[in-house]
T-cell receptor
Framework: GQNIDQPTEMTATEGAIVQINCTYQ??????LFWYQQHAGEAPTFLSY??LDGLEEKGRFSSFLSRSKGYSYLLLKELQMKDSASYLC??????????WGAGTKLIIKP | IAGITQAPTSQILAAGRRMTLRCTQD?????MYWYRQDLGLGLRLIHY???????GKGEVPDGYSVSRANTDDFPLTLASAVPSQTSVYFC??????????????FGEGSRLTVL
């Protein structure tokens, strides 16, 4: 079956670094996505990885290891506005997204 | 209109009633999707459309129907609402099927409560 696993909740301190892990099992693989969703709002796109390695975008980076079925989202210099849920999604061979339940990130001052 | 618009934003509905959630995009995207989001679960695909005139079933299609008469509009209909359809519904679009341009654009969501 297809499955995406990520932690339910994480807590971090303002100014620190946090890594949100995601493991995936999909029928075929056409990439791994990360989305950010603030409470009561729509998800917004953060990153897309299809090749192994690290993609960096400002304070946010995303890593993929296809052989391990593993990805992580790294957030640096945390700000209070980074408090949100982070959704991991794998794209299968039919180009359909399989979504994790999301990781709620709580930032404390 | 800028982006993708859903209506209504919130609705309380009696069980057994028919309800249509509207979704309109002005980005000329080929692909459109309807998801439901429930606490503790990931987004689940209800129906999708890769291009105008075609639709497909997602993971949880039962009790829902869609149509795609043109590029811009993708309404979702609940023929006879049941309490288990209480959820937040998101419409999304992408430039190509599967969103393999790297990005899905989401509407703001429609919160539906079925009593």
């Amino acid at each position: 079956g297809q499955n995406i696993d990520q932690p339910t909740e994480m807590t971090a301190t303002e100014g620190a670094i946090v890594q949100i892990n995601c493991t995936y099992q999909t029928s075929g693989f056409n990439g791994l996505f990360w989305y950010q969703q603030h409470a009561g709002e729509a998800p917004t796109f953060l990153s897309y990885n299809v090749l192994d390695g690290l993609e960096e975008k400002g304070r946010f980076s995303s890593f993929l290891s296809r052989s391990k079925g593993y990805s992580y989202l790294l957030l640096k210099e945390l700000q209070m506005k980074d408090s949100a849920s982070y959704l991991c999604a794998g794209m299968d061979s039919n180009y359909q997204l399989i979504w994790g339940a999301g990781t709620k990130l709580i930032i404390k001052p | 209109i800028a982006g993708i618009t859903q209506a209504p934003t919130s609705q309380i509905l009696a069980a057994g009633r028919r309800m249509t959630l509207r979704c309109t995009q002005d980005m000329r995207h080929n692909a459109m999707y309807w998801y439901r989001q429930d606490l503790g679960l990931g987004l689940r695909l209800i129906h999708y459309s890769n291009t105008a005139g075609t639709t497909g079933k997602g993971e949880v299609p039962d009790g829902y129907s869609v149509s795609r008469a043109n590029t811009d509009d993708f309404p979702l209909t609940l023929a006879s609402a049941v309490p288990s359809q209480t959820s937040v519904y998101f419409c999304a679009s992408s430039g190509s099927p599967g969103g393999n341009t790297g990005e899905l654009f989401f509407g703001e969501g429609s919160r539906l409560t079925v009593l």
